[in-house]
T-cell receptor, first 110, second 117 residues
Framework: DAKTTQPPSMDCAEGRAANLPCNHSTISGNEYVYWYRQIHSQGPQYIIHGLKNNETNEMASLIITEDRKSSTLILPHATLRDTAVYYCIVRPNTGNQFYFGTGTSLTVIP | GAVVSQHPSRVICKSGTSVKIECRSLDFQATTMFWYRQFPKKSLMLMATSNEGSKATYEQGVEKDKFLINHASLTLSTLTVTSAHPEDSSFYIC?????????????FGEGSRLTVL
């Protein structure tokens, strides 16, 4: 699986958009970009995933660059409950294992 | 949405005893389940892939005799930490992939915190 690089930590003001970057410069053509988050002492929660088109759901938006070497997860209006560690993972859609990197610890500030 | 449940959520045991953790997919069948371990302030580390009806596949460095995995049905996988020691204290998390897979996403349990005294 392609390796991902994320900043270790970020802060965001409550109500503002949180933009979390992820670099995956060695991504293969059949690998999807997945985002999960983990709130303290809980299991990871699925957020969104995509291949090459931008994606949006009720939780977030995923922007993937045209060369697919990086992506950004956008939480449009961050709340205090969005404070968590956010993991960017790349893997084939039919592949099995998810390998987690170190993630970004997002703190939403009142 | 799909739900994966783990039991127990917390367990404390004495050194040398064995502890079993259950992982159930509540509203879908899962041919494949995965077990992770997470130490404080660290990321999730994949331990093994649990396949229904066959032997689990362990990641490099994970002792298969120490961490026994059984996946006897399409909705249940168990992880048994044998002869537990304090260094086995950790947060254990399971995940499952829906069968047949439609989106490829994994669904995670709530985690089980093991403390070995």
């Amino acid at each position: 699986d392609a390796k991902t690089t994320q900043p270790p930590s970020m802060d965001c003001a409550e109500g503002r958009a949180a933009n979390l970057p992820c670099n995956h410069s060695t991504i293969s053509g059949n690998e999807y970009v997945y985002w999960y988050r983990q709130i303290h002492s809980q299991g990871p929660q699925y957020i969104i995933h995509g291949l090459k088109n931008n994606e949006t759901n009720e939780m977030a938006s995923l922007i993937i660059t045209e060369d697919r070497k990086s992506s950004t997860l956008i939480l449009p209006h961050a709340t205090l409950r969005d404070t968590a560690v956010y993991y960017c993972i790349v893997r084939p859609n039919t592949g099995n294992q998810f390998y987690f990197g170190t993630g970004t610890s997002l703190t939403v500030i009142p | 949405g799909a739900v994966v449940s783990q039991h127990p959520s917390r367990v404390i045991c004495k050194s040398g005893t064995s502890v079993k953790i259950e992982c159930r997919s509540l509203d879908f069948q899962a041919t494949t389940m995965f077990w992770y371990r997470q130490f404080p302030k660290k990321s999730l580390m994949l331990m093994a892939t649990s396949n229904e009806g066959s032997k689990a596949t362990y990641e490099q460095g994970v002792e298969k005799d120490k961490f026994l995995i059984n996946h006897a049905s399409l909705t249940l996988s168990t992880l048994t930490v044998t002869s537990a020691h304090p260094e086995d204290s950790s947060f254990y998390i399971c995940s499952a992939r829906r069968t047949p897979a439609n989106t490829g996403e994994l669904f995670f349990g709530e985690g089980s915190r093991l403390t070995v005294l």
